[in-house]
């Protein structure tokens, strides 16, 4: 396990936690309860991103960006994304602007083109992810669905 406290310019300096499960699968604790975990399958060139509970909207993006730099260590060369938000509580409409002019272009840049979104039933978490389809334009496919089997069998049939 490693761990990185947020940066400065982070309105929390609780300890955030990381731990690599193997090349291919990497957990996220806060205050030493799992929040995220993100794994890949390269078949499929798939990353499937799982959130639960509450989440800080800065502590989202933070986990982002050090997955982010744990998937290009491991050469993740992902096209699909899987996120499942399921079991996530509250919004994260702060979090979507910068998803989309930081870091989903980049994604994109590298090769990203499909995202399945498995829905919360939270009230702001389902504005949150409306507001996200909103932003994201055309950037790349993008489709939500209410429950994981669903989401799965969609993403998995897109082209590689």
């Not at 994981?148 to 049939?157: D, K, L, P, V």
Request: charged share 25%; with cysteine; hydrophobic share 40%.
């Amino acid at each position: 396990m490693f761990s990185l406290k947020l940066s400065e310019n982070h309105n929390n300096k609780d300890l955030v936690e990381y731990k690599q499960i193997n090349t291919q699968h990497i957990q996220g604790f806060f205050e030493d309860n799992l929040f995220c975990e993100c794994q890949y399958k390269e078949d499929e060139k798939l990353s499937i991103l799982s959130w639960y509970g509450y989440i800080a909207e800065n502590i989202i993006i933070d986990a982002y960006i050090n997955m982010g730099i744990f998937a290009k260590q491991n050469n993740w060369h992902v096209i699909k994304t899987l996120t499942n938000i399921s079991k996530i509580e509250g919004s994260f409409h702060k979090t979507n602007e910068w998803l989309v002019k930081n870091y989903l272009p980049k994604m994109v840049e590298r090769g990203f083109k499909y995202s399945a979104i498995v829905n919360s039933k939270d009230f702001f978490s389902i504005l949150a992810t409306e507001d996200q389809a909103d932003l994201i334009d055309g950037l790349y496919v993008n489709e939500i669905f209410d429950n994981y089997e669903e989401a799965y069998q969609w993403i998995i049939t897109q082209p590689i």
